[in-house]
C-alpha cells in the first residue's frame, strides 16, 4: 500500500475485527509486537501480501468458526 494512513486503517481493522488487543495479535501471528506497532502508528507501511493473507486467514477462520457452530445447533 502507498499510503500509509491506508495501511495504518487497514491493519488496525483486521486486527479489530479478530477482538484480540496488539500483544494477542501479534502472538497469534507470530508477528513481532514492534512491527505491528510500527505499521498501526504509521512509522512504517505493511507489505500488501502481508495485509492480503492476514484479512484471508481471519476471513477462513472465522467461515469454519460459523461452520462449526451451526453443526453443534
Known sequence: MENLTECQIEIKKIR???????????EHFNIPYRTVTEWERGTRNAPDYVLRLLAYYIKRENMI??????GQE
Open 16 to 26: 479489530e475485527a479478530t477482538g484480540m488487543n496488539r500483544k494477542e495479535f501479534c
Open 65 to 70: 468458526k460459523k461452520e462449526e457452530q451451526n
